[in-house]
């Protein structure tokens, strides 16, 4: 793969890691069987050093109070290859938050997703995104995250839920391309529903170019409509789940900085609400940054 097509307009979305080695520095026995199970893409090695060329990630800056911005431009940006070093107390819980940080750049997929058609999928939504405009590669990213988590919640998730994700919050195309209006709404719901037919019409005519057969299509649609309601689908509880879990995980410090604490209090409140108890478990794997953090302890009390 070129490096300049991996920096290119789709990095988020269609241009990941072929290669991404994990080291666990530490000592030998360190148990690297939980970084496995959550991330089967990465290659995770024992190590008792850092190599020259890894991206050294210690665990009191990572859990510390900095911007992990930073950290953020340097990895997105480390080519089709790279090697990640993790170091200090617990590398195996360390390990797990900085991969679910960076998960939107991994490659997997499973056999209901590994297909041409889902490539074609993948390159038609990135294409819909003006990532130079913040917001819209805000979205992009966290539609990505959240494909991610549903297959990090179920391995064997079908294909109209994987679409659903990459599609759940496409509305904003139209509604918040360059500015969040969703603090205005005095429902939530009721606001995403009346934003949602205009790009929710192009989006599905989109999937129906590519392929898509017409039962899939009609599947995503509903999984999509449904979102951010407990319906009792399983679909519609995955997709919920992966939602909140990549809100809380990926987004949050920037919608606090964006909305501040009063708003993202309201926020994170109804993210907990949403999030079935396998899905509450995955938040092991988590960094918060420590003012969302506090907030999250907050309203769980």
């Given at each position: 793969m070129?490096?300049d097509?991996?920096?290119?307009?789709?990095?988020?979305?269609?241009?990941?890691?072929?290669?991404?080695?994990?080291?666990?520095?530490?000592?030998?026995?360190?148990?690297?069987?939980?970084?496995?199970?959550?991330?089967?893409?990465?290659?995770?090695?024992?190590?008792?050093?850092?190599?020259?060329?890894?991206?050294?990630?210690?665990?009191?800056?990572?859990?510390?109070?900095?911007?992990?911005?930073?950290?953020?431009?340097?990895?997105?940006?480390?080519?089709?290859?790279?090697?990640?070093?993790?170091?200090?107390?617990?590398?195996?819980?360390?390990?797990?938050?900085?991969?679910?940080?960076?998960?939107?750049?991994?490659?997997?997929?499973?056999?209901?997703?590994?297909?041409?058609?889902?490539?074609?999928?993948?390159?038609?939504?990135?294409?819909?995104?003006?990532v130079?405009?913040?917001?819209?590669?805000?979205?992009?990213?966290?539609?990505?995250?959240?494909?991610?988590?549903?297959?990090?919640?179920?391995?064997?998730?079908?294909l109209?839920?994987?679409?659903?994700?990459l599609?759940?919050?496409?509305?904003?195309?139209?509604?918040?391309?360059?500015?969040?209006?969703?603090?205005r709404?005095?429902?939530?719901?009721?606001?995403?529903?009346?934003?949602s037919?205009?790009?929710?019409?192009?989006?599905?005519?989109?999937?129906?170019?590519?392929?898509?057969?017409?039962?899939?299509?009609?599947?995503?649609?509903?999984?999509?409509?449904?979102?951010?309601?407990?319906?009792?689908?399983?679909?519609?509880?995955?997709?919920?789940?992966?939602?909140?879990?990549?809100?809380?995980?990926?987004?949050?410090?920037?919608?606090?900085?964006?909305?501040?604490?009063?708003?993202?209090?309201?926020?994170?409140?109804?993210?907990?609400?949403?999030?079935?108890?396998?899905?509450?478990?995955?938040?092991?794997?988590?960094?918060?940054?420590?003012?969302?953090?506090?907030?999250?302890r907050?309203?769980?009390?």
């Amino acid at each position: 793969m070129n490096v300049d097509a991996w920096n290119g307009p789709e990095v988020a979305m269609t241009k990941r890691f072929e290669l991404l080695r994990l080291r666990l520095v530490g000592e030998d026995d360190v148990d690297t069987t939980l970084v496995q199970r959550e991330f089967p893409t990465v290659r995770v090695e024992r190590a008792l050093t850092s190599g020259a060329s890894d991206i050294v990630v210690d665990d009191y800056v990572w859990r510390g109070a900095f911007d992990l911005g930073s950290l953020d431009e340097k990895i997105e940006h480390a080519g089709p290859t790279a090697s990640i070093a993790v170091r200090g107390h617990d590398v195996t819980g360390l390990a797990c938050e900085v991969m679910t940080r960076y998960q939107r750049l991994l490659g997997r997929r499973n056999r209901a997703s590994a297909t041409a058609l889902f490539d074609g999928v993948l390159r038609a939504h990135a294409g819909l995104y003006d990532v130079t405009v913040p917001l819209a590669k805000a979205d992009l990213e966290h539609a990505v995250d959240t494909w991610q988590w549903i297959l990090r919640l179920e391995p064997e998730a079908g294909l109209p839920v994987q679409i659903a994700a990459l599609f759940h919050d496409i509305e904003r195309l139209e509604s918040e391309p360059r500015e969040r209006i969703e603090h205005r709404a005095p429902e939530h719901q009721s606001a995403k529903d009346l934003r949602s037919q205009k790009t929710l019409t192009r989006a599905f005519a989109l999937l129906d170019g590519l392929g898509l057969s017409a039962e899939d299509c009609a599947r995503v649609r509903d999984l999509v409509v449904c979102s951010d309601r407990r319906a009792g689908d399983p679909d519609v509880v995955l997709l919920d789940d992966a939602d909140a879990l990549s809100f809380l995980s990926l987004n949050s410090s920037g919608y606090i900085d964006y909305f501040g604490v009063a708003q993202t209090r309201r926020k994170v409140a109804y993210t907990l609400a949403r999030l079935g108890p396998p899905a509450r478990e995955k938040l092991e794997h988590v960094r918060l940054r420590p003012d969302v953090e506090r907030l999250l302890r907050e309203v769980a009390a």
